[in-house]
């Protein structure tokens, strides 16, 4: 007996649904394209939801460099009354602090408003594709399989799944070595005296990383203070301080290169923690990744004891939740265009044909105390061309979030959520506007001037800022 | 070309990772069969994480009538703080009450413990049947297509999707596309509980107290005793005049309940069972997929009045969604043996039992609508393996709420307590099963008063309970 496959026709279809994939889905609906939005889980969001804050939307000189969709989700968590703001960790970033349980119902307001068709807990099968284009996408879900056939598709699973299915060329973590970052749970844990937490850094600073960034203050101890008064519990706990550094000594706290701590609630004096890592694990190989879910775990009981014991202002926090899933910071990439590389975002170069833009530090984990960290120059920004974006070949297929076309410098910077937002927005309007042109060819047909005029009239931020 | 399949093998292959899955994972492995837990999701533990009370853990008398699994659960969960306590509504049933955030710490103990495989972020996309056997399951994840057999199948997907997708037999939900409601679970902190407690003794209208018979006491004492246990474990009717007045003038969504349970004491943190959108079929996944918005719609109603309308939660906050819409009903498989409403409410013990069942029949409608009925005596009843057996399968047992039962009886057997029991019984049956020494075994040749025996010396209850 054969088994019946069910069609479904859409203008745009985005699969996967983080942070630059629900992006990608509302902004393509709202500017006109029937859009069908398809996730393997049970939640829209994705890191978003982890309580890991929203790096890469404001540059360390302090300017906004994501608009648009990003801003709004911020104010929909506002309204959703998780919404604690732009906080500098005085020591390379300001970051931008949600309730990750706000975002969960943002995202949910945001992507179903603008009218998108939403099919949560279905895998992406199989790509059909054939000569660059891509007909559509098989699915399978409890239902069934289903072809959703769509003229545009926009991969945002992170892992580039629809590129490589469709045949694009891939590049993976490191070329040479094919090590990848580590990948992290993130927890959270409520009742912290932050006050007394802060009065700690105050006392220890040798405990914390400040001042990466120079421009964040004079000196060390001005950094410290400005820390301190910011009255928020951001701390960025480094192994080279003796808190953390004995204690890995001694075996009460596991190899890890940073504790770092956000608040994401202040009602309820509660924060997230990303700390806990276990490098090279192959997120696309499932069984390795599965392997270590338990190794996650066991470092989240380590580490909260660590905290509670060690930490002033921990004392009477308690674990208060663990991330929906273990986050994953580097797969695979795509080869576009245009290959984004460390040089361009170090030096914080614009381009013409940008349609998003990045402010992240360097910022390339490696295993146990490993860390490379290094700042856009002036504490800038630099500019994503939609090039980028463009898998090699490919005529209607964009992706968007970190499998973006890059070298392993530059998808360090760019594969944080602020950026991934930011993308995901230009390609949305992108595969939108695709429509209004050439129905549908080839996505490099879009006249980017004209894109980039949307994107800026629609609160996206291209120009204007270092 | 053709596309590559990897295979493995296991003596037992546990399909879903909810309550059921994880009990039967786990005892099978304990009782060493080399065994392999699959679930779709990105973690494991299902309606165990969303801060729903665990139900049917005791009869109405309050004598425990599921031990093994469940309690080095709950043992792991009292060393890691995250066990609140079993308290009786004073309404009909007891619960216990965990932190679901803790929870996925103990659930990751307990499967390392016992020395399950885990396989997640993978669907099971094809069963591979032989006759009454099935050989193997196809999975999909994002490492391609692998074939995984084994000797017997535990199928504790919920929606009996192994089993059915083996020939099982099966009905859906109430027939004619009724469906109990589907729910998500949300949580507050910062609740002030001795307020809503002495809300409850003065409002004592508001609650649902006193529906079983086996109750002697009057509501008055009923009211004392619930404020007298000191959590907050709160049942809000819908015929009392604060829900009754809302839902009249639009203020809350028709509800049968708001079921307040305490899930942290330090975080004072409760959750939340109100939500409700009735007749979705949950294997639709498109419909269920919309449900989203509106469930999301009902969280945020809710929360608000809780804030403005009960004592109590004033100054509370909106803490956190579950990590999934929960699911009450879908599919029931045809068994060896189906388990009658007329067998709960009477109680009936079996010589043949491997579980037990304790809960009310418990059927919610749409609205406000939802039938409960006791279980005589404030006891229990015995679930035989013939009941988890599905008909004409001779490896492949089910677990939790798909088992063989008429709507009546799976009103009341498909809560979690009494899906763990479930599990750890399939799950010893299974791996007795795969000691012997047939290269096919099979489950119905599993003797009985043996697999009894298992059970009781590894802490089940299957006697000496009313």
């Known amino acids: ?466 | 070309m053709p596309a590559h399949m990897s295979i493995r093998h296991h003596d037992v292959v546990v399909v879903g990772g909810g309550a059921a899955g994880i009990a039967a994972a786990s005892a099978a492995a304990s009782n060493g069969a080399d065994t392999l837990l699959i679930d779709a999701g990105p973690v494991l533990g299902g309606e165990l994480l969303s801060g729903i009370p665990i139900d049917g853990c005791l009869n109405t008398r309050g004598e425990w009538i599921v031990g093994g699994f469940l309690t080095e659960l709950l043992d792991d969960l009292k060393r890691m703080g995250g066990y609140v306590g079993a308290f009786f509504d004073w309404r009909t049933i007891w619960v216990v009450c965990c932190d679901p955030e803790c929870m996925k710490l103990a659930v990751a103990n307990r499967l390392r413990e016992a020395g399950v495989n885990i396989l997640l972020y993978s669907f099971v996309d094809e069963v591979v049947t032989d006759g009454g056997r099935v050989r193997g399951v196809v999975v999909l994840n994002k490492a391609g297509r692998t074939l995984i057999t084994a000797d017997t199948f535990i199928d504790c997907s919920g929606d009996g999707d192994v089993a059915v997708g083996a020939g099982a037999g099966f009905v859906h939900g109430g027939g004619n596309g009724v469906f109990q409601p589907v729910t998500m679970v949300f949580r507050m902190a910062g609740i002030d509980t001795q307020r809503l407690l002495d809300f409850a003794r003065d409002h004592s209208e508001n609650l649902a107290l006193a529906e079983n018979p086996w109750i002697t006491q009057s509501r008055e004492e009923c009211v004392r005793e619930l404020v007298a246990q000191g959590y907050p474990k709160v049942f809000l009717r819908a015929d009392g005049p604060l829900l009754s007045q809302s839902i009249e003038s639009g203020e809350l969504y028709p509800t049968a309940l708001i079921g307040v349970t305490p899930v942290s004491t330090q975080r004072r943190e409760v959750s939340l069972n109100t939500t409700r959108i009735a007749n979705i079929d949950a294997t639709d996944t498109q419909a269920l997929s919309a449900a989203m918005p509106q469930l999301l719609d009902q969280v945020w109603n809710c929360q608000a009045f809780m804030r403005k309308r009960v004592p109590g939660f004033e100054e509370a906050r909106f803490a956190g969604l579950a990590p999934r819409i929960g699911i009450r009903e879908t599919r029931r498989i045809f068994g060896e043996e189906m388990l009658a409403g007329d067998d709960v409410l009477a109680g009936r013990k079996r010589e043949d039992g491997i579980a037990k069942g304790g809960h009310h029949v418990d059927i919610h409608g749409g609205g406000t609508d939802q039938v409960r009925k006791p279980i005589k005596d404030g006891g229990s009843y015995d679930i035989p393996l013939s009941c988890l057996l599905p008909k004409g399968l001779e490896n492949v047992a089910v677990a939790g709420r798909c088992l063989s039962a008429d709507r009546p009886a799976h009103g009341s057997a498909r809560v979690m307590g009494t899906c763990m029991a479930m599990g750890q019984a399939v799950g010893t049956a299974a791996a007795l099963a795969c000691a012997g020494n047939s290269p096919d075994p099979v489950l119905s040749d599993v003797p009985v008063q043996a697999l009894r025996e298992r059970l009781v010396d590894q802490g089940a209850i299957l006697d000496g309970t009313h």
């Open chain 1, 1 to 466: 007996m054969s088994s019946k496959m069910a069609t479904m026709e859409t203008d745009v279809l985005v699969v996967g649904g983080g942070s630059a994939g629900i992006a990608a889905a509302t902004m393509a609906a709202r500017n006109g394209a029937a859009t069908v939005l398809v996730d393997a889980g049970p939640m829209l969001g994705g890191e978003l939801n982890s309580g890991i804050p929203v790096d890469g939307c404001i540059t360390a000189r302090g300017d906004w460099a994501v608009g648009g969709f990003a801003r709004e989700l911020f104010a929909t968590c506002a309204r959703y009354d998780g919404y604690v703001g732009p906080v500098c960790d005085f020591r390379a970033l300001n970051v931008v602090c949600i309730d990750p349980e706000a975002a969960k119902m943002a995202a949910i307001d945001l992507v179903y408003g603008a009218g998108v068709k939403v099919l949560m807990y279905t895998f992406a099968d199989q790509v059909v594709s054939g000569e660059g284009h891509v007909e559509g996408v098989v699915v399978r879900n409890k239902r069934g399989r289903t072809l959703i056939r769509a003229r545009t598709v926009i991969d945002a699973t992170g892992d580039g799944d629809i590129a490589t299915g469709a045949g694009c060329q891939m590049a993976v973590g490191d070329p040479s070595s094919r090590s990848m970052q580590p990948v992290s749970l993130l927890f959270r844990m409520a009742g912290v005296d932050a006050p007394r937490l802060l009065d700690f850094v105050s006392n220890a600073p040798e405990n914390v990383s400040v001042l990466e960034y120079p421009g964040f203050a004079e000196d060390r101890n001005a950094a410290i203070r400005g820390l301190v008064e910011q009255g928020l519990p951001k701390v960025f706990f480094v192994p080279e301080g003796p808190v953390l550094g004995q204690a890995i000594a001694e075996g009460r706290m596991y190899p890890t290169s940073l504790v770092a701590i956000t608040p994401i609630s202040t009602g309820r004096r509660e924060v997230s923690i990303n700390t806990t890592r276990v490098a090279d694990v192959d997120a696309t190989d499932t069984g390795r990744l599965s392997a270590v879910f338990d190794d996650l775990h066991r470092q989240i009981e380590i580490c909260s004891r660590f905290l509670q014991s060690s930490v002033p202002g921990f004392e009477d926090a308690v674990l208060s939740a663990i991330a929906p899933r273990i986050g994953i910071r580097e797969t695979r990439r795509i080869v576009g265009d245009y290959v984004l590389t460390g040089e361009d975002i170090l030096a914080g170069r614009k381009f013409d044909d940008g349609v998003a833009k990045g402010c992240h530090e360097l910022d390339i984990h490696g295993s146990d105390t490993g860390h490379i960290r290094a700042n856009i120059k002036d504490g800038g920004s630099y500019d994503i061309p939609l090039r980028c974006l463009i898998p090699k070949g490919a005529k209607n297929l964009l992706v968007a979030g970190r499998c973006l076309s890059a070298d392993r410098e530059a998808h360090s910077s760019a594969r944080v959520m602020g950026s991934c937002m930011a993308m995901g927005q230009a390609v949305g309007t992108a595969a939108a506007m695709a429509r209004e042109i050439n129905d549908f060819g080839d996505v490099r047909d879009v006249d980017v001037g004209a894109l980039r005029a949307r994107l800026t009239e629609q609160g996206a931020v291209l120009e204007g800022i270092v």
